[in-house]
């Protein structure tokens, strides 16, 4: 007896967990990741990070296939379990499984057989009767569309009653009768396709014939000989588009063709020759801009161009000669660089500094000169005596005010170095106002620095 609710439980777990990154990516895809991405996490601790795209994308192709084989395996454990609820009369819990099945596995063709029979007995009183009877129905369908040379829906008649009931001999002699001239009929199919050398056809048709009727005798040396004409054929046009490409100067693209013709030749000597010419080609050509670059300058151009010449197939050995050679150009030209910079700010340092050292000199020989050429007028010419001025009645307001005005001149002439200038104002305040003793000091100073007296 099958244990149905485990069954259901189990199935329902399945589904479940195939089904939940892709309910959690629509959740929160930033939170929580897919299922790839576990698995390349996996790999960066197991088995390094994959660095390259294509690496990465056949990578991921391989975690699909798995996945998908261990879902083929898991829905195979359940249908068997939905057989054996069918087997046993409860068509209705093998109904539901087989349906659960076919939500995840639309292609999965036994349980759409199963699934089919389970609606059709449904609700049946005596079940193994109608069991029978369905079964009995579906083989003499078959034989009717046999007999109208429908061989395929003859096929699939006997392949459900196989299916349904692999004890019932006839179902399984015509099936395997069926299949028989089926196969034989791909065969002849492929034959004539071949004789018009209509290769993928050919094989279309045998690979037909031969999951029918896999002892085939000779089949599989015929696809194994068609396989291989079909390959040259294929490189042989991969190879025309490499030297058209090549011919319009395309070497990469010529390049990679030529990658593909080895992929599926992996002896073609003539892929291989052009493949040698063509990187010898582009790395002397590489070699040649890196020359190029050099001679302007351009060294760090020139050193991507000569390690291109090496991915190419350059000479290591010289490719790093020349890179050594541009490496000691750029330090010995930087340490010029440096070394011209630091001269120029020096220069420009000692400039600023004598232009700095002249502006004193000159200011300090201004002051002398002018103190020099005030000092002989002092000498030479003793100032004049100012016109008596017709004054006012000695020791009055206005006088008083008359002589703080001048003395107030004789302050500021004397401030500028106009000592003589100085001299008469203050001369001129003592005439004013002989009590004011500001005027008697400024002339007394006077006379004791440049001598002389009023």
Not at 237 to 257: F, H, I, P, T
Not at 267 to 294: D, F, T
Not at 341 to 360: D, G, L, N, Q, S
Request: overall charge positive; some cysteine.
């Amino acid at each position: 007896m099958v244990d149905k609710p485990r069954v259901i439980l189990a199935l329902t777990l399945l589904i479940t967990f195939f089904n939940a990154p892709a309910r959690a990516k629509k959740e929160d895809p930033a939170m929580t990741p897919s299922l790839e991405s576990l698995f390349l996490d996996y790999t960066k601790t197991q088995l390094g990070s994959l660095s390259k795209n294509e690496a990465k994308k056949k990578y991921l192709y391989t975690i699909q296939l798995e996945k998908s084989r261990m879902m083929h395996k898991l829905l195979r454990t359940v249908y068997e379990n939905a057989y054996e609820l069918y087997r046993e009369g409860d068509f209705d819990a093998s109904r539901e499984l087989t349906a659960k099945i076919l939500s995840m596995d639309p292609g999965f063709q036994d349980a759409a057989i199963l699934h089919r029979a389970s609606i059709e007995l449904s609700g049946a009183v005596r079940p193994a009767l109608s069991e029978r009877r369905l079964v009995e129905n579906r083989f003499e369908e078959g034989m009717s569309l046999y007999r109208q040379g429908r061989l395929v829906e003859a096929q699939q008649r006997w392949d459900e009653a196989v299916k349904l009931a692999p004890g019932n001999l006839k179902a399984r002699y015509w099936l395997r009768r069926v299949r028989g001239e089926l196969s034989d009929e791909h065969f002849r199919r492929g034959q004539k396709a071949y004789q018009m050398h209509r290769l993928r056809d050919a094989l279309d048709q045998w690979y037909a014939a031969l999951v029918l009727n896999p002892k085939f005798p000779q089949l599989v040396s015929n696809i194994s000989r068609v396989e291989a004409e079909l390959r040259r054929q294929e490189a042989n046009e991969k190879l025309q588009e490499a030297l058209n490409l090549y011919a319009q100067g395309r070497s990469d693209g010529a390049l990679k063709v030529l990658d593909e013709v080895l992929q599926i030749e992996p002896g073609e000597a003539k892929a291989q020759k052009l493949i040698s010419e063509i990187r010898l080609e582009i790395a002397n050509q590489h070699v040649a801009e890196g020359r190029s670059k050099y001679k302007d300058r351009s060294y760090r151009q020139a050193i991507d161009f000569w390690n291109k010449a090496v991915d190419y197939g350059y000479d290591p050995r010289k490719a790093n000669i020349l890179i050594a050679k541009a490496k000691e150009q750029m330090t010995r030209e930087a340490d010029e660089r440096r070394r011209r910079i630091e001269e120029e700010r020096r220069a420009k340092e000692e400039a600023e500094r004598r232009a700095k050292e002249e502006a004193e000199r000159k200011k300090v020989e201004d002051e002398a000169k002018a103190q020099q050429a005030a000092q002989a007028r002092l000498q030479a010419t003793p100032p004049a005596e100012p016109e008596q001025p017709q004054m006012p009645s000695a020791g009055s307001e206005e006088n008083k005010k008359d002589g703080l005005k001048h003395w107030e001149q004789g302050i500021a002439a004397f401030m500028r170095g106009d000592y003589e200038k100085a001299k008469e104002e203050w001369l001129l305040c003592k005439k004013f106002d002989p009590t004011n003793s500001d005027c008697i000091a400024g002339l007394q100073r006077v006379d004791n620095t440049f001598g002389g007296g009023p």
